[in-house]
């Protein structure tokens, strides 16, 4: 007589496994290839991957497809890239792919929804869903062909915000050979501890730094008229404040809050507030660095900015 499918022992894996269960692992349990036929042809469990099921029949929560990944790639492999980043609350969304590492040697079959990415050595990984640690998955990213030098600066930022030393990240950068935007990760993990929390926020560090400008204190707060009010880049010495709006952040321009906090700045604290946006930055950055220079001079700087090449913006502001 064939055995009995253990169908309480098997609910306890799937509560275990984000309930996802494995052919393997529930044949050792006593279900037979009829029994889950049957499970799939009455619609009670749904196939996510080869020889991967999900117990119930709705759409998969995220966990279930990235636990089905895992499983359907076998022993050692673990969750890395993208899916490791929002696993790790570094990205908003995981995408439609799980990404998951496997190790070098075994192959295994691609699938709509799975990208594997074989490797000699897998990082340090952890977890209920196994993952690999936040400072490997942001030099992975970084390491993809099309991770833009705006995604790594946005990435960084975020883990930096999310309590990942940015030493441990540079010690990792140091031990990677040919890693992808080496330069631009050096550049940016020694400056990322004074504040600079976005992509945005790291194009003006740059403009300022090529043209000789005064450093600014980044992300300073103080309170006026009762409420706490963040300044993006402020130049205490001459009241001159840089407000970076992103796009997406701020489609219409200034909202309310915006332009009340301008207000307060120069009611109560005597200070010029400059806002710059995208277009503003990246497009037109020497004009960015002339305007700003001269907000600064008419507020008592006595420095002289420099011309980044020929043609720069700044080039006439002799002293």
């Known amino acids: 007589m ?34 889950i036929a049957h499970q799939l042809s009455t619609e009670r469990w749904l196939p996510l991957f080869p020889g991967v099921y999900l117990t119930s029949s709705g759409r998969p929560r995220w966990p279930s497809r990235a636990q089905a990944a895992l ?31 496997v190790p070098h040697g075994r192959r295994v079959k691609r699938q709509p929804g799975f990208k594997p990415h074989y490797r000699r050595q897998i990082p340090p990984a952890w977890g209920r869903l196994r993952a690999i640690g936040p400072i490997d998955t942001v030099l992975d990213i970084a390491d993809l062909p099309g991770t833009s030098a705006d995604d790594v600066v946005g990435l960084v930022c975020r883990a930096v915000q999310r309590n990942v030393d940015s030493e441990q990240i540079l010690k990792a950068v140091t031990r990677r050979t040919g890693q992808r935007h080496r330069r631009l990760l050096l550049d940016l993990l020694a400056v990322v ?11 003006y560090h740059r403009v300022e730094r090529a043209h000789g400008l005064p450093r600014s204190q980044l992300q300073s707060r103080e309170v006026l008229d ?86 720069c913006a700044v080039g006439g502001l002799g002293r």
């Open 226 to 311: 009762g409420h706490w009010l963040r300044a993006d880049c402020r130049y205490v010495k001459y009241g001159v404040r840089v407000e970076l709006d992103g796009q997406l952040a701020h489609p219409f321009g200034r909202t309310d809050g915006d332009v009340w906090r301008d207000n307060a700045v120069l009611i109560l604290a005597s200070e010029l507030t400059l806002r710059y946006r995208w277009r503003h930055v990246v497009i037109t950055p020497c004009h960015v660095a002339r305007q700003v220079a001269i907000a600064l001079r008419t507020r008592g700087w006595t420095g002289t900015p420099r011309s980044c090449g020929p043609g």
């Open 71 to 101: 499983l359907y790639a076998g022993r050692g492999a673990v969750l890395s890239h993208t899916s490791a980043a929002f696993r790790h609350g570094l990205v908003d969304r995981p995408g439609d792919v799980v990404h998951v590492s």
């Open 193 to 203: 501890d004074e504040g600079i929390e976005s992509a945005l926020e790291y194009r």
């Open 2 to 35: 064939a055995p009995r499918a253990d169908q309480t022992a098997i609910r306890q894996l799937a509560q275990r496994q984000e309930g996802v269960v494995g052919r393997a692992q529930i044949r050792r349990l006593g279900a037979t290839d009829d029994w």
